[in-house]
């Protein structure tokens, strides 16, 4: 059983800053892909970030250049660094973890961005 658990969302100001961490616990092995979700109310839930094992990254358009995602393979930990936040980025924040043929969710992380 693999476990998810996630930190850090909260309330900011546009043009603010947060940082999540998506830590994991369990039975992981091979090769791990991380990766950051996101879902708006009324909207489906896309890829915001993802980092693969061998430390590349790709990102969603609308996030280029404020938001970094990173990873700590000795805490199995994924973060994103989110900067000049806007309040479109006002979502549940979700990570993700891909190893071989599995994958697990997150339980999800509020940020909200006032204007």
């Known amino acids: 059983q693999v476990q998810l658990v996630e930190s850090g969302g909260g309330l900011v100001q546009a043009g603010g800053s947060l940082r999540l961490s998506c830590a994991a616990s369990?039975?992981?092995?091979?090769?791990?892909?991380m990766g950051w979700y996101r879902q708006a109310p009324g909207k489906q839930r896309e890829l915001v970030a993802g980092?693969?094992?061998?430390?590349?990254?790709n990102y969603a358009d609308s996030v280029k250049g404020r938001f970094t995602i990173s990873r700590d393979n000795a805490k199995n930990t994924v973060y994103l660094r989110m900067n000049s936040l806007k309040p479109e980025d006002t979502a549940v924040y979700y990570c993700?973890?891909?190893?071989?043929?599995?994958?697990?969710w997150g339980q999800g992380t509020q940020v909200t961005v006032s204007s």
């Open positions: 993700k973890l891909v190893w071989l043929a599995h994958s697990s």
């Open positions: 980092i693969g094992s061998d430390g590349s990254t």
């Open positions: 369990g039975s992981i092995f091979g090769p791990v892909t």
